[in-house]
């Protein structure tokens, strides 16, 4: 059997600042073998790794990430003193110890996305087996399959319908990147059926891991590597 995937949602964001280089370290320290990030882009066209399309949440900025340059974006603290890192910063920091999930969450990332990740196959820092990128967007998710054909695709959803089994089919995705509460046996069959692998977000307590394990979902997005990520 494969191994269960455990997933460092946002690093290890139960205890640190999420997206932000700290909350990574700190995951791969956990022993997390796979990081989530969240990629917007910047006014000047950066890859920037933040969850919600505005700073108030996570950073101490106001405002829309899509209106600011780079340089204003660095110039915010994330938590603890922290950045907001680029895409790049933390591919850097996985290269060789950790698979990266990007969710491309921002419009038009699709595309610039693409682009880094063909840049750093050509360069040899990197392998399309050590990325995985995902969106609840289809658009971008589709912009990037088309240029990047290589890459593993994931479908987020907070619940599965018609439209998510066809779409999953027609860009033939690796997995299905699921709300905890809207997986079900049945679910799970269509999706062994179909050879797509269901990982359940967000899982921060021991039972409800245990029963989606026994279920048979192949691995969680979880906020603490810490508690649950070691091997
Ligand atoms: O991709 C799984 C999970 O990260 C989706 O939800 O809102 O935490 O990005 P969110
Ligand atoms: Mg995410």
């Known amino acids: 059997m494969q191994d269960f995937i455990c997933i460092a949602h946002r690093g290890a964001s139960g205890h640190w600042p999420e997206n932000t280089l700290l909350a ?32 108030e949440r996570t950073t101490d900025g106001d405002g829309l990430v899509a209106l600011q340059t ?5 110039s915010l603290d994330a938590g603890r003193g922290e950045k907001i890192p680029l895409l ?23 595309e610039p996305v693409a682009e880094l990740l ?46 998510l089994w066809q779409l999953a089919n027609e860009l033939d995705v690796w997995s299905l990147h699921l709300k905890k509460g809207s997986i079900n046996q049945d679910l799970l069959a269509e999706a062994r059926a179909g050879k797509r692998k269901v990982l359940a977000y967000t899982v921060n307590d021991r039972p409800q891991l245990q029963r989606l ?14 508690h649950f990520c070691h091997a």
């Open 118 to 163: 063909r840049r750093r196959f050509v360069a040899g820092l990197l392998k399309p087996a050590a990325v995985l990128a995902s969106s609840l967007n289809e658009d971008e998710l589709r912009k990037l399959a088309g240029l990047l054909p290589q890459v593993p695709l994931a479908l987020v959803a907070k619940t599965a319908n018609r439209h």
């Open 213 to 226: 394990r026994d279920w048979g979902v192949d691995g969680i997005f979880t906020d603490y590597p810490e």
């Open 24 to 55: 990574f370290q700190k995951a791969l320290a956990a022993g997390a073998r796979w990081l989530e990030l969240d990629v917007h882009l910047s006014a000047d066209g950066e890859l920037v790794v933040i969850h919600d399309a505005a700073l």
């Open 70 to 74: 780079y340089e204003q974006l660095r």
């Open 88 to 110: 790049a910063d933390v591919l850097n920091l996985a290269a060789g110890r950790a698979i990266v999930n990007v969710e491309l969450k921002g419009v038009g990332t699709g």
